[in-house]
């Protein structure tokens, strides 16, 4: 009863570097999401999946990037991370398009120094 | 774009009082409206949701009301619990569109023991 999982739950990095964050639903779920929680900002949307092989941008999409090699993970990275995007980022999953029935994962709190 | 607002930012209750969280959206458009609970640490989890086709949906403590004409939605949580305390989110979304989901800026609420 996994459902969905991220990681790394923490993470520090430095301005410039990179990382990729991982994303994994044991729900067989289409739908796959990329958040942002910012204080006082609710959730934003960064990039989103309708199935295995495509990504859109959602509403926050500059410096981020993603992929969907598999149906059940979905990869968001970061190529040279700001202190800007430091955040938590949450990832979630949908059986139904328009985040319906959605199931969050426990997020990934980041900090770009 | 939609718009939803959230009010109020944060709420205190006695325990076994009433909370009640409202929000408001723009876009006539959304027909889908969530409601998650985010305990600290945690994801959001979905608590209920309500479709534009049903004015009230309730489940246990919880209850949802829709009232499309105002566009405003509301959550209430009856006989109110030390571990209902958390932040919680309404979203309106438009289930046609995959990226058409916006989330309010969140309620903290505190059940005084």
């Known amino acids: 009863n996994a459902g969905v999982t991220q990681t790394p739950k923490f993470r520090v990095l430095k301005t410039g570097q990179s990382m990729t964050l991982l994303c994994a639903q044991d729900?067989?779920?289409?739908?796959m999401y990329w958040y942002r929680q910012d204080p006082g900002m609710g959730l934003r949307l960064i990039h989103y999946?309708?199935?295995?092989?495509?990504?859109a941008k959602g509403e926050v999409p500059d410096g981020y990037n993603v992929s969907r090699l598999k149906k059940q993970n979905f990869l968001l990275g970061l190529e040279s991370a700001a202190p800007s995007q430091t955040s938590v980022y949450f990832c979630?999953?949908?059986?139904?398009?328009?985040?319906?029935?959605?199931?969050f994962g426990q997020g990934t709190r980041l900090t770009v120094v | 774009g939609e718009n939803v607002e959230q009010h109020p930012s944060t709420l205190s209750v006695q325990e076994g009082d009433s909370a009640v969280i409202k929000c408001t959206y723009s876009?006539?458009?959304?027909?889908?409206f969530p409601w998650y609970k985010q305990e600290l640490g945690k994801g959001p989890q979905l608590i209920i949701d309500?479709?534009?086709?049903?004015g009230e949906k309730k489940d246990q403590r919880i209850a949802v009301t829709l009232n499309k004409t105002a566009k405003h939605f509301s959550l209430h949580i009856t006989e109110t619990q030390p571990e209902d305390s958390a932040v919680y989110f309404c979203?309106?979304?438009?289930?046609?569109?995959?990226?058409?989901?916006?989330f309010g800026t969140g309620t903290k609420l505190q059940v005084i023991p």
């Open positions: 979203a309106a979304s438009d289930s046609g569109g995959y990226q058409k989901v916006t």
């Open positions: 876009d006539s458009a959304s027909n889908y």
């Open positions: 309500i479709r534009s086709n049903v």
């Open positions: 979630a999953s949908s059986s139904a398009q328009g985040l319906t029935e959605a199931f």
């Open positions: 729900m067989n779920h289409e739908y």
């Open positions: 999946s309708v199935g295995e092989g495509t990504t």
